[in-house]
């Protein structure tokens, strides 16, 4: 029997550290999804065109400083176009550009004490091109895909 989700007192999920969250049809995933995402498949959720935000917080655990937070993510990447490139931003603090490639890569973002706060975290990850299937000549898919989220974890 899975346990009940603890929330935080602003109403964000609580991810514990070691904790892995996956986003694919057949798992409880939804709470952490702020805005901007289609309906869950198989594999994960692909995100509407950009920008995309998950949302959590941090377990009893945390004490201060840093915390490595690990994004398993993809971008559509079409055969003949250069990979899709998506900045990261966490409670307004700007983590970094990283390029995606189109199966699932794992992304570590490094949140500093000054992001933290009092541990609720949006995480903003937005794409500097989207594309649909369907606009490229690759398929009927007629969806503008931003980010394609896998799993989420908090590493330490």
Do not use: K
Request: proline letters at 7%; glycine letters at 14%.
């Amino acid at each position: 029997m899975a346990e009940a989700q603890a929330w935080s007192s602003a109403g964000y999920p609580i991810i514990s550290r070691g904790q892995t969250v996956l986003f694919g049809e057949a798992h409880d995933s939804l709470p952490y999804l702020a805005g901007g995402w289609w309906i869950p498949e198989a594999w994960g959720i692909w995100g509407i065109a950009s920008p995309q935000t998950i949302r959590f917080a941090l377990g009893a655990d945390y004490r201060g400083g840093y915390v490595n937070v690990r994004v398993t993510m993809q971008g559509y990447a079409p055969a003949d176009m250069d990979r899709p490139h998506v900045d990261i931003c966490a409670n307004g603090f700007f983590l970094g550009t990283y390029a995606l490639r189109g199966s699932p890569q794992p992304i570590r973002v490094r949140l500093p004490p000054t992001c933290i706060g009092d541990g609720n975290i949006l995480l903003h990850m937005s794409l500097h091109h989207t594309y649909s299937p369907a606009s490229v000549g690759d398929g009927h898919d007629g969806r503008q895909l931003g980010v394609g989220l896998v799993a989420l974890a908090v590493d330490g």
